[in-house]
């Protein structure tokens, strides 16, 4: 029988890495179930304003909304750092860049019905305001500085900024301050203290974690 060529050797693979799993589910789905509840307040919007149901002041409506859900995410942004610690799941440290995001877009969406609707781009009104109005000058700070995170965070910014840009990027406790101190002053008006007190609540929650943690870490 004639010799059979021999069988080249198997050469090693190596196995692909797993795709990190927050409970079992793995990243990339969260991040997709994720995306969608983050539109759901949008959604909501386009279909009030299909079916009549924006109250009888949408401008008003639209802006207000715009401004919680713009603390909601900033809030759950804020909070992936205690969650990741206290469940046991550093992979949520991988959605944390979305949730900073989705805050953005909604601080965007918040900031256009101002300039728009509002002030109908009119540059020295707001201009005016900016400086005239406390609660329009916090407001108007914080979404700077959520303009500015939002800008340095892909990983390029990160490679350029090396170790600096965790620094930057711990901006966002002060823009978590004068975001909650533009709602403060914006509920002054009606004297309605209840949900910007419960946000503030959370939010205290949130930074005396970090506080305690840090300590704790001291040798």
């Not at 469940?87 to 805050?103: D, E, I, K, N, S």
């Amino acid at each position: 029988m004639a010799d059979m060529p021999a069988a080249p050797p198997r050469t090693a693979t190596r196995a692909a890495p797993s795709e990190p799993r927050v409970f079992g589910l793995a990243v990339g789905r969260i991040k997709v179930l994720l995306f969608i509840v983050a539109l759901l307040p949008l959604a909501r919007w386009v279909w009030l304003g299909a079916t009549d149901g924006l109250t009888a002041n949408p401008v008003e409506f639209l802006t207000r909304s715009s401004g919680t859900w713009t603390l909601v995410a900033l809030l759950v942004t804020l909070a992936i750092s205690p969650l990741r610690v206290l469940l046991g799941q550093p992979a949520l440290l991988r959605v944390r860049r979305m949730c900073g995001l989705f805050a953005f877009f909604y601080a965007c969406l918040h900031f256009t019905t101002y300039i728009w609707w509002d002030q109908w781009f009119d540059l020295m009104s707001i201009a005016r305001d900016v400086a005239k109005r406390p609660f329009i000058t916090m407001g108007f700070a914080g979404f700077l500085g959520l303009c500015l995170l939002a800008a340095t965070s892909t990983r390029g910014w990160m490679r350029r900024l090396g170790s600096r840009w965790q620094s930057l990027h711990r901006l966002v406790y002060l823009i978590g301050v004068l975001v909650l101190l533009h709602y403060w002053w914006q509920k002054a008006g009606k004297n309605d203290f209840s949900a910007v007190f419960l946000y503030t609540v959370v939010f205290a929650g949130l930074m005396g974690w970090r506080l305690v943690r840090r300590r704790a870490a001291r040798p």
